[in-house]
């Protein structure tokens, strides 16, 4: 497993006039209870509604040049390609979380790839709660109160969770990249 503690905190340049673009692109993208394994929970792990698009999508090049520039520059993970589809995620109203978890599984589309960076891209800034908390191996906690076009990058394998919201709407694009499993 990993042993590296560092998350990163990017300012993606992304402002709210090319975030209501990317939302107006997904609009219509069918949007479902998240689950947990791919099964359907009651609401009290994980309370959010999620879609998914290609990760072909010119978003989703973008999240991809956020990942392979702070993976040269902090990580230096042996990194394949995208493990699946970039998740579309949206927080919405009162309660709407995710309890503690981490990312690290076997990729979905790949010959033994595992996922090895998690990346968060939030497109959203007015919404009450909803922080980001990453806690390191060291046992550091992060907080990240995300703004529109902010990211967030760590370790797949850190444990993590969305507060629950107080108020508001919060979307944002969530995407794994893959490699060897960890030795």
Not at 2 to 17: H, L, R, W, Y
Not at 27 to 35: C, I, N, R, V, Y
Not at 122 to 129: A, K, N, S, T, V
Not at 151 to 159: A, G, K, L, N, Q
Request: proline share 2%; hydrophobic share 35%; charged share 20%.
């Amino acid at each position: 497993m990993s042993k590296n503690g560092i998350v990163v905190s990017v300012t993606s340049g992304i402002d709210k006039s090319i975030a209501k673009i990317i939302k107006t692109q997904l609009q219509d993208l069918p949007l479902k209870s998240a689950t947990l394994d791919g099964e359907y929970v009651d609401g009290s792990e994980r309370n959010s509604q999620v879609s998914w698009i290609s990760k072909t999508h010119w978003v989703a090049g973008l999240m991809s040049h956020y990942v392979n520039l702070v993976n040269d520059q902090y990580y230096h993970y042996d990194l394949r390609s995208w493990a699946q589809n970039i998740q579309y995620t949206v927080y919405n109203g009162q309660g709407t979380g995710y309890k503690w978890h981490n990312d690290y599984q076997e990729a979905l589309e790949g010959d033994n790839l595992w996922r090895k960076l998690t990346i968060s891209l939030c497109l959203d800034d007015e919404y009450e709660g909803g922080e980001l908390q990453v806690f390191t191996p060291s046992c550091e906690m992060h907080t990240y109160k995300m703004n529109c076009g902010d990211i967030v990058i760590f370790s797949s394998d850190m444990m993590h969770r969305v507060r629950p919201l107080k108020s508001g709407l919060r979307t944002c694009l969530v995407g794994w990249y893959a490699g060897p499993k960890f030795k």
